[in-house]
């Protein structure tokens, strides 16, 4: 099955079911509500994203679930959601456990190994998010060289890592964290909603797309036949009018919603 292009009257029609006060709307940051550029440290969510996600934050549960550690998904968001959750679903904001426990340390451990072996490979930056490292290739001359040396160095890592591919990095997490799926689940156990709207853009994403028994509307950022998303929107730059247009359909159950008290 491939996804259907979301701006069709088909998909349009589902959406509008879905954009309503009690729905969780969650998005995936790096490649969705952010563009991905060259240097990873430089992304930042665009001011006229930033506004109409912080007029969708006081209508509806907005979550935001990041491969990046909650401190630097802060800053580059700009605005509050309801729920930011780190680490591609393992860091919580209430639950700190992950930070002085047997996660942090494995990564920190696995990290300094990678730095060693992968100390004289060009273009590979290795990243610390406390419960999870992200091996960087984007800069490398030979991408496919350095990806190589980057897989033959994370199967030499003991514990064995569970490790997500994505664009031009290697995510290594310990084998016991919460992703993605399980993550959009609990948020909307915590905020008690019993239905999502997600868009996401990777691999690491996949797993809320693939959710059974859980009504949640996907949609993948860019066209791709490998996505369980059900619908896709053409590029990133797509995504400011789709948020305009969930804003407007809920500011409409606002003014319904005034006008019956
Ligand atoms: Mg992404």
Partial sequence: VTATYLFNSDGLEVLARYVAPDTLFAFDLDG???PIVEDYTAVRVTSPIRATLTRLVNLAKVAVITGRSRKDAEKILGF???LLIGNHGAEWPFDLS??????AETCLKWSEGLHVMLDDVQGVEIEFKGASL????????????????????????CPMPR??????VVNVLPMEVATKGVALVAAMKELKLHRAIFIGDDVTDEEVFQLKNIDV???????????????????????LGLINSMVG??????????AIK
Avoid at 98 to 103: C, F, G, I, K, V
């Fill in 249 to 258: 359909i809920l500011e409409s159950y606002s003014v319904y919603k005034s």
């Fill in 98 to 103: 992950w930070q002085n426990s047997y996660l």
């Fill in 80 to 82: 509050e959601p309801h």
């Fill in 134 to 157: 992200s091996l960087h290739y984007r800069k490398a001359v030979n991408q496919e060289y350095a990806l190589a040396q980057i897989d033959t160095a994370i199967g030499k890592l």
């Fill in 163 to 168: 490790t997500i591919a994505g664009k031009l």
């Fill in 32 to 34: 969705t509500l952010a």
């Fill in 217 to 239: 509307f996907g949609i993948h950022v860019g066209k791709d036949n490998n996505t369980a998303a059900k619908y896709y929107l053409k590029k990133q730059s797509a995504l």
